[in-house]
């Protein structure tokens, strides 16, 4: 998996949830930003949240690194 992460993301056993299978998820992992984004905790739970359920993403709009590397991500995937 790009980005120095084999089997999955730091803390995210062996994968991310709500993710699997999803389309240019190499291209969004290689992203110098979104690594590291990913790398800072308070970004990776909120992630790992709104993967699971992406209305919780209003939890997290006063938070703008959350807001914007998950549009990034989202963005990429669609």
Known sequence: MPG???GG???M???M????GMPG???ILSDPEVLAAMQDPEVMVAFQDV???VANMSKYQSNPRVV???SQ???SSI
Do not use: D, T
């Open 4 to 6: 120095n992460f084999p």
């Open 9 to 11: 993301m730091p803390g």
């Open 13 to 15: 056993g062996r994968g």
């Open 17 to 20: 949830p709500g993710m699997v």
């Open 25 to 27: 998820l190499n291209e």
């Open 51 to 53: 993967a699971q359920n």
């Open 68 to 70: 914007k590397i998950v």
């Open 73 to 75: 991500i989202w963005r």
